[in-house]
Structures are given as structure tokens and as C-alpha cells.
């Protein structure tokens, strides 16, 4: 794999200084939640700095590049092009910065959307990416950035409302990963709730 000093070099030519200031808060925040959570802070460090490194194509360019990859282009996708910058994000790190770990990749891939039953380093990357110091303080902000370090499955879940809510307000077309990551987790509360309540 492509020494870290090389990685932040290159990545640096490649986006905007937003943009990459931005990368930088998430890799910082996914090694804090790593730390936090006993995962790989090595990985989650890379997945983190790597997660928007396909982010400064240009629409037309993504749209491109996934049709060529074989990446399902459905209706979320062509209203909102740019969310498949996550899933080209994995392709490119992999064949740009020499990353061959595949949890790594899954990490980069599935961090706009989530996924059903993600690693734990699926979830650190997810809420780093909504939470690093940069963003602007958007709906509930101060009690996620608390929730990921108490409870990373309850962060999961009010991050993934809270951007339910917000495209349905702004009419924007749901990508249906974003919805069935949600209920599942849901699910996965409400039975260990109930599992806590058969105990007592």
C-alpha cells in the first residue's frame, strides 16, 4: 500500500481546499471513533482520508466512469449523480492509492448510503463523515457528534433520519440503500430492547 505521507500528497493535487480540509477532519474523526471503539485506527484513518477521493470529477465524468465500471446508474443516481462518488471513491483507491484491503474499500463505498449489518468500520466512516469538525451544524448536530462516542448503532440510525427527513422535505429521490440501511437498524434496536426486557 502507498506510504500515508504520499497518500495525503496526492489527494492534496486532486480536490479543492474545502474539500480536502474536509478529508482530513474525517480521517482525524474516524481514528478518534477507531480509538473509541477498539477498531483498526490504521484503516480507519485511510478509509477516512480516501472516502471522497473521486469527489472532484465533474458530473458528466462520474456518470462516465460509472456506465464504464458496470455501476448500476438508477433513478437516485441520475437525479443525483453525485452519490456515486462513493462507489467510484472504492475504485479509485484501490486502483489510484494501492489500497487492497477490502474492508477498507467496503468502507469508502457504502459511507454516503450505509448498508445493512456494516462492519464497524463501515459505521466509524459513515459518522466521521457527518460529524467531522468542518461541517456546518446542521439539525441535531451537537447531540450526534455526542451520540458517536456513547452509542455508534444509535448515531447510525438519527444520522440516517435526519437525511430521510431532509430529502423528503427537499423532494429529492431516496436512494433505496439509504431506507432499508435504516429500518434494518431500527430492527436491530428494537430486538435488543426487547431481548433486555426478556432478561429482567
Do not use: W
Not at 467510484?88 to 448510503?113: F, M, P, R
Amino acid at each position: 500500500m502507498m506510504e500515508h505521507a504520499e497518500m495525503v500528497r496526492k489527494l492534496q493535487k486532486k480536490l479543492n481546499d474545502r474539500r480536502f480540509v474536509h478529508s482530513i477532519g474525517v480521517e482525524y474523526t474516524a481514528a478518534a471513533l477507531a480509538f473509541k471503539y477498539g477498531a483498526d485506527v490504521e484503516k480507519a484513518r485511510i478509509a477516512g482520508l480516501l472516502h471522497d477521493c473521486a469527489k472532484y470529477l465533474t458530473t458528466e465524468e462520474k456518470l462516465k466512469k460509472a456506465k464504464k465500471l458496470g455501476i448500476k446508474l438508477t433513478k437516485c443516481v441520475k437525479d443525483n449523480p453525485d452519490i456515486v462518488h462513493a462507489q467510484l471513491g472504492a475504485y479509485y483507491a484501490e486502483k489510484k492509492y494501492d489500497v487492497k484491503d477490502e474492508e477498507i474499500l467496503t468502507a469508502i463505498k457504502y459511507h454516503t448510503t450505509g448498508h445493512p449489518n456494516m462492519s464497524l468500520l463501515d459505521k466509524i466512516i459513515f459518522v466521521a463523515d457527518f460529524i467531522e469538525p468542518n461541517r456546518k451544524m446542521v439539525k441535531d448536530m451537537e447531540e450526534i457528534r455526542r451520540e458517536a462516542f456513547e452509542d455508534i448503532d444509535k448515531c447510525v440510525i438519527h444520522i440516517l433520519k435526519n437525511v430521510l427527513e431532509y430529502l423528503k422535505t427537499k423532494n429529492y429521490t431516496i436512494d433505496d440503500m439509504t431506507e432499508q440501511t435504516y429500518y434494518y437498524y431500527i430492527d436491530s434496536i428494537n430486538m435488543k430492547e426487547i431481548k433486555q426486557i426478556k432478561k429482567q
